[in-house]
């Protein structure tokens, strides 16, 4: 049971707009900044977001994220087959001491 | 371009003891906090342990605490993971990472197993 919770799976065809939601609580998303992940199959997790919504050098702007409150969004726009990954969200947790990441979700391209 | 490299994962039995290194090139090492992250086999990512920049300050999951020592070396842009009293629960890909930040560095993990 994760501290941060994410939908297990989500899906969309090529070409859709899908979101990953990422909820937490005041005391790491509601006061901390955001990050989120990409693994892709026998991979490492490569940074897609960090501080909520800026994109690290090489990532395409298909990707994007947001912060609401204690909830974080990841959207990815115009989705292509190489897409479909693990998608990870990870914060500071104030009261833990220590990083927490969501459990993960698995997106699927139809 | 940066690099992460980690070694010294092995099979060890249950209370074991086991030292993960992970060896940092191309970018500069102790600009940065420096972190542990798991994932067990068919599992998510779980956050280990951290370090800040110059090693003063330590931080641990509950799952680790009192068992796991994180450090590093500066001057060898090293970091280290030692490992005590291992349990079956703690077999996993660990990697090192600098988590946040751009640019980003990850290693492609070294594989502990804990098993009799």
């Known amino acids: 049971h994760s501290v941060l919770t994410q939908p297990p799976s989500a899906s969309g065809t090529p070409g859709q707009r899908v979101t990953i939601s990422c909820s937490g609580s005041s005391s790491n998303i509601g006061n901390n900044y955001v990050y989120w992940y990409q693994q892709l199959p026998g991979t490492a997790p490569k940074l897609l977001i960090y501080r909520s919504d800026q994109r690290p050098s090489g990532v395409p702007d298909r990707f994007s994220g947001s912060k609401s409150g204690t909830s974080a969004s990841l959207a990815i726009s115009g989705l292509r087959s190489e897409d479909e990954a693990d998608f990870y969200c990870?914060?500071?947790?104030?009261?833990?001491?220590?990083?927490?990441f969501g459990g993960g979700t698995k997106l699927t391209v139809l | 371009e940066g690099q992460l490299v980690e070694s010294g994962g092995v099979v060890v039995q249950p209370g074991g003891s086991l030292r993960l290194s992970c060896a940092a090139s191309?970018?500069?090492?102790?600009?940065?906090?420096m972190h542990w992250v798991r994932q067990a086999p068919g599992k998510g990512l779980e956050w280990v342990s951290s370090v800040n920049w110059d090693g003063s300050s330590t931080y641990y999951a509950d799952s680790v605490k009192s068992r796991f020592t994180i450090s590093r070396d500066n001057s060898k842009n090293s970091l280290y993971l030692q490992m005590n009293s291992l349990r079956a629960e703690d077999t996993a890909l660990y990697y090192c990472s600098t988590i946040t930040g751009d640019p980003n560095y990850w290693g492609q993990g070294t594989l502990v197993t804990v098993s009799s």
């Open positions: 191309g970018f500069s090492f102790d600009d940065y906090a």
């Open positions: 990870a914060v500071w947790d104030d009261s833990l001491r220590g990083w927490v």
